[in-house]
């Protein structure tokens, strides 16, 4: 951020599992915030957790809502205040690669959160196949990439490592089921969030907090 006196605001769902924020769309975020290494404060709302404003972040003057054109990661780079996509928006590759991540395996987790839903029919073998086959497509391409690497772009952070990362973390604590489906896929990247050590240890050290607005 240019001013360090400035302080962003990411305000997510509950924490839970383990993980920072149990929710597969606020973690991402959460993510690429500790990899751009700025100094932010993490809140949680617990009075609307199903509104789809939600996550949020707040900086200077500004709230920059989930739900809003370009989503709360897309805002802050036209605003100057993080931006880790600088020089990778360019590479065919990488927006191929993240745009298999935050379709085919995000499809893949909302399946496995549909699935455990009450009321859901179960006739659904031929959707399921669709989602995992396409799930183990994007494992192999980005296993690919990956290789031995740390990241998979120019030997640092992007928002493509922050929004997989958030996947491996959410899938193997969230949703222990889902191993039985793609843990051999899922496997091949425990290396890469190991490597990411500095992210996962506050992931047991951070306890709740309501934003003040909604405070009861």
Known sequence: MED?????TLVARKSFF???????VCLPVYIYLKFSRIPFSLEFNLLCPDSDQIPFVEYDYSVVYNNEKGGVIQKPKEDGVVDLDSEVTSIPEWL????????WLA???MYEIWLVSPNNIKDVERREEEIYRRAELAYA???SRLGEQKFF???RPTSLDATFLAH???TLHALPAVQAHVSEGINSYIQMSRNC???TPECSSIRPSCCLWCRT
């Open 4 to 8: 360090e006196g400035q302080r962003l």
């Open 18 to 24: 383990g993980v920072p924020t149990a929710c597969p």
């Open 96 to 103: 191929s690669m993240k745009a298999m991540v935050e379709s």
């Open 107 to 109: 499809d893949a987790i």
């Open 141 to 143: 391409a980005l296993s």
């Open 153 to 155: 772009f120019e030997n």
């Open 168 to 170: 491996v973390l959410f």
């Open 197 to 199: 050590s500095f992210v």
